[in-house]
């Protein structure tokens, strides 16, 4: 019986798998994703990371197999992260020639180098992420100085928030007298362009800050430059949200953070302020920008996607692998499904380029479909 009032069917392109994927607006593809990894000095075998289960610190010779790993699968990139075995007030490790990083970013290039003489093809592009958080004995993404006041600008200013994984004490971290301590953004400036610059050395492709500090794009690019790494690309964290999904993260990298991060890292209720600091990072020279978190962030992420001509990444964080992995673990989702859908809502709504933990995994999923 036909029902001349039905215009039109959309069901019809539902219909079957093969159709399904023949109109599929958008996929994912190996080459789109980032993963993730750390490496931690001084250990024999890789430590596990109890809050983001089937991810670890590295070993050096764990993270030559991992990186190895990703290149076999096509990965578009892996993004490293230090943890050393000292840490002090402004980060020297950060930048030491043969520091934990930069070690590891050579491991990453002769890993790569192997895989691609064996295979004929491209390996992932080696990233660093640069920020003093891991490598500072206070746990922020800067230097401190002393205010002189009980509330720093690693304050909670009271309000006992919880954002970005800091404290919920009322106050922000102090000094040997008991003042308050802030983030000095352009001493810490001069210590991320050291520390891009050493990154650039040991052969990081991208550089990445993600620290959030005025003018950080443009500091490193003319230290870039400067140093003769004219071809270095700078991947800036542009908007990056104060998000208690960081929590597991401070896990990964042995992060004690005094107070929180709120005076530097955004404020979740402001979606324009997202854009104007992409805007800030193009007009300052980054190749790509970042949106991070993800999954709480998309309306941002199209925004940002939106008005720029440079590529746009997103970075699903710690907390977002671990809600996902908690509750597959408790048999309420299907692991497999979840992962792709919200790795695929990323990529829809704007992302051109995704750090996930599970980018691997999701590659050799990729292959058998």
């Known amino acids: 019986m036909s029902n001349s009032g039905i215009v039109y069917r959309p069901r019809r392109l539902r219909a079957t798998p093969r159709m399904r994927r023949l109109v599929a607006e958008n996929r994912l593809h190996a080459a789109d994703?980032?993963?993730?990894?750390?490496?931690?000095?001084?250990?024999?075998a890789p430590v596990p990371i109890s809050s983001m289960p089937g991810q670890v610190q590295h070993t050096e010779e764990s993270l030559r197999d991992a990186v190895a790993d990703a290149a076999r699968a096509g990965l578009g990139g892996v993004m490293l992260f230090g943890v050393p075995a000292v840490r002090d007030a402004v980060g020297s490790q950060a930048d030491a020639p043969d520091g934990v990083l930069q070690r590891a970013i050579r491991i990453a290039r002769e890993a790569i180098a192997e895989v691609e003489?064996?295979?004929?093809?491209?390996?992932?592009?080696?990233?660093?992420?640069t920020?003093?958080?891991e490598f500072t004995d206070h746990g922020h993404c800067g230097v401190l100085v002393s205010t002189g006041s009980t509330t720093g600008a690693g304050s909670?200013?009271?309000?006992?928030?919880?954002s970005g994984g800091g404290s919920t004490s009322g106050g922000g971290p102090t000094d040997s007298a008991g003042g308050g301590v802030e983030v000095d953004n352009d001493a810490t400036l001069e210590r991320y362009a050291a520390m891009a610059v050493a990154q650039a050395r040991a052969g990081a492709e991208v550089v990445a800050p993600s620290g959030m500090m005025d003018g950080q794009v443009a500091v490193i690019r003319d230290a870039l430059d400067d140093a003769g790494f004219t071809g270095v690309s700078i991947l800036a964290y542009s908007a990056k949200y104060a998000s208690p999904f960081y929590g597991p993260f401070r896990e990964a990298v042995d992060s004690a953070l005094q107070g929180d991060r709120r005076t530097y890292q955004m404020d979740a209720a402001n979606g324009r302020e997202g854009l104007r600091e992409a805007d800030l990072d193009l007009a300052e020279g980054a190749d790509m920008v970042m949106v991070k978190p993800a999954g709480s962030y998309l309306d941002v992420l199209r925004g940002?996607?939106?008005r720029s001509d440079v590529p746009v990444a997103?970075?699903?964080?710690?907390?977002?692998?671990?809600?996902?992995?908690a509750a597959a673990a408790n048999g309420w989702i299907d692991r497999?499904?979840?992962?792709l859908e919200s790795v695929l809502g990323i990529k829809r709504a704007g992302a051109d380029i995704i750090l996930t933990y599970w980018a691997t995994e999701i590659a050799d999923w990729i292959k058998e479909a």
């Not at 909670?156 to 919880?162: A, D």
């Open 33 to 44: 994703l980032v993963l993730p990894l750390f490496v931690k000095e001084g250990v024999t």
């Open 117 to 129: 003489g064996a295979t004929g093809r491209p390996g992932p592009v080696v990233m660093a992420d």
């Open 131 to 133: 920020c003093l958080d």
């Open 156 to 162: 909670t200013g009271g309000g006992g928030s919880t």
């Open 304 to 306: 940002v996607a939106d």
């Open 314 to 325: 997103a970075y699903q964080v710690s907390g977002e692998y671990a809600m996902i992995e």
């Open 336 to 339: 497999r499904a979840s992962v």
